[in-house]
């Protein structure tokens, strides 16, 4: 029998019944908001299992026009969510990348669907071997509020290059770009893709479903949760989190540039991106310079944090946050002076405390502790006594010794010489580890994340393997000593 009155929560906890029996998805998510996930999911289960490549094909050009044709829509939506969005940034890193992505995996589709064949042992003389990608079949995408038409159509054109059906649940902080999501959608794949907008109960209806694969960006506490709610009916699952993602100055680096690339990489969407640099190690000697390295090249890309080229922060509760990371630290002020609220200006915290918030919570905004380090060896000991991050940077005149750095950080990406524009190179694969994440995507790896390995074997009426059918005899017998030898 179903417990009563129970149903799984992203915003609350899922281990308070573990018991929960298997039964009809009404018993679990009876809310009339969650019923709009369970109708999705029934309204695409009569569609094509496996399209050919002209219908994917078909698919992306439709989803690439629809999303290209409301291009500037996005952008006002974007800027009207956030209380201030740059549109450069969501003409580059919204908008833009997604009709990269789509115009490179039309290019490359056929060579991904192409059957690999693979040589059968010799037991298997005459037989046929193939292995193909075939879809997952009906998949679930969450999408984050921080980018959220990046975030969730990316995945998109992966799940659609992939053959497969797709519920996309975009974020409720960001309502006026998910309505605008939903129409361009429904629009473009009204047969192959459903969106369902709300909030937790929505996402958590969704992780209940019995889906073929869910894909989730965000957090690491909430993917914890949709990783739990999943396996609940044994749906795999990609994860794309954050973490602490390290930048690591060597004592040879170029401070000016270095300070520059940091801090863009840092300030893009005022530090709302999982990638961000998250704490910068410096070699103790330098902290002054490195300090005033920072502020020249924050005043630099933003002479007017009140202007347009700074974003907001878009949640009030992580304005807050953000503000209570800094009570108690030594802070500097990295601008001329703080722009106005929504927005947050940039901060420095010099030699945080370890053990404060700071140091142990993804930051996610304009903050960026300054940690000293006396030898490299004791900065990768730093960086590596913490959980996997999703990125790691380093920044050196040597190349070779920035390479061999980041050869012993473990990160899901790493970068020399610059901070998160490996995101924007989506032929990469891109993903995390351990509570970075699990799973890849990009490029090939989101057709691979999308589709599943199946063998196909031709036999043949002559193979070897048929000569142990039985009876079983002599003529065995040698065969089995043969295979024992």
């Known amino acids: 029998m179903p417990v009563q009155g129970w149903r799984p929560s992203l915003s609350g906890d899922l281990d308070r019944s573990p018991d929960v029996p298997h039964g009809p998805l009404s018993d679990l998510v009876p809310d009339v908001e969650a019923e709009a996930a369970r109708q999705a999911f029934e309204a695409l289960a009569g569609a094509d299992p496996s399209p050919d490549a002209a219908a994917r094909r078909r698919h992306l050009r439709a989803l690439r026009a629809a999303v290209r044709d409301m291009a500037e829509p996005l952008a006002a939506a974007l800027d009207a969510d956030f209380g201030g969005r740059p549109r450069v940034e969501t003409m580059a890193a919204e908008v833009g990348l997604v009709l990269a992505v789509a115009d490179w995996t039309l290019r490359r589709l056929g060579r991904w669907m192409r059957p690999e064949r693979v040589r059968l042992p010799m037991e298997f003389l005459g037989a046929k071997g193939r292995v193909e990608r075939v879809p997952l079949g009906c998949v679930g995408i969450i999408g984050p509020w921080n980018y959220p038409v990046q975030l969730s159509l990316v995945p998109l054109v992966a799940a659609l290059a992939g053959g497969n059906r797709v519920i996309l649940k975009p974020s409720e902080w960001t309502p006026r770009t998910s309505s605008l999501l939903a129409g361009i959608v429904s629009r473009a794949v009204p047969d192959r893709v459903r969106v369902v907008q709300g909030g937790p109960d929505v996402a958590s209806a969704l992780t209940a479903l019995p889906l073929d694969g869910l894909f989730f960006t965000g957090s690491t506490t909430t993917g914890r949760r949709v990783a739990e709610a999943a396996a609940r009916n044994l749906v795999p699952v990609t994860l794309e989190l954050g973490g602490k993602s390290p930048a690591i100055l060597l004592p040879d680096a170029d401070l000016s540039e270095a300070a520059l690339s940091v801090m863009a990489g ?55 946050r953000l503000e209570d990371l800094l009570r108690g ?77 980041l050869g012993r950080v473990r990160s899901g990406g790493a970068v020399v010489n610059d901070c998160i524009t490996h995101v924007a190179a989506h032929p990469l694969p891109f993903g995390g580890a351990g509570e970075s994440g699990m799973g890849a995507y990009h490029g090939e790896e989101g057709f691979r994340a999308f589709t599943r390995p199946r063998s196909l074997m031709v036999a043949s009426r002559w193979s070897p393997v048929r000569m142990v059918r039985p009876p079983h005899g002599a003529r065995v017998e040698r065969i089995v000593r043969l295979l024992l030898r």
């Open 329 to 405: 630290q030594q802070v500097v002020p990295l601008m001329e002076r703080m722009p106005k609220a929504p927005k947050l200006g940039a901060w420095a915290v010099l030699d945080p405390d370890l053990e404060s918030p700071a140091m142990r919570e993804e930051i996610f905004g304009p903050v960026l502790p300054l940690v000293p380090y006396d030898d490299l060896a004791g900065a990768e000991a730093f960086a590596n006594a913490r959980p996997v991050p999703l990125a790691a940077y380093a920044f050196g005149r040597d190349v070779a010794a920035c390479e061999g750095v």
């Open 266 to 320: 840092k300030l893009f969407s005022a530090g709302q991106t999982c990638v961000a640099p998250d704490y910068l190690l410096v070699p103790r000697t330098r902290m002054g310079e490195t300090v005033e390295a920072l502020k020249a090249a924050t005043r630099r890309l933003y002479p007017d944090p009140d202007g347009p080229d700074y974003a907001a922060i878009l949640r009030p509760q992580d304005r807050a």
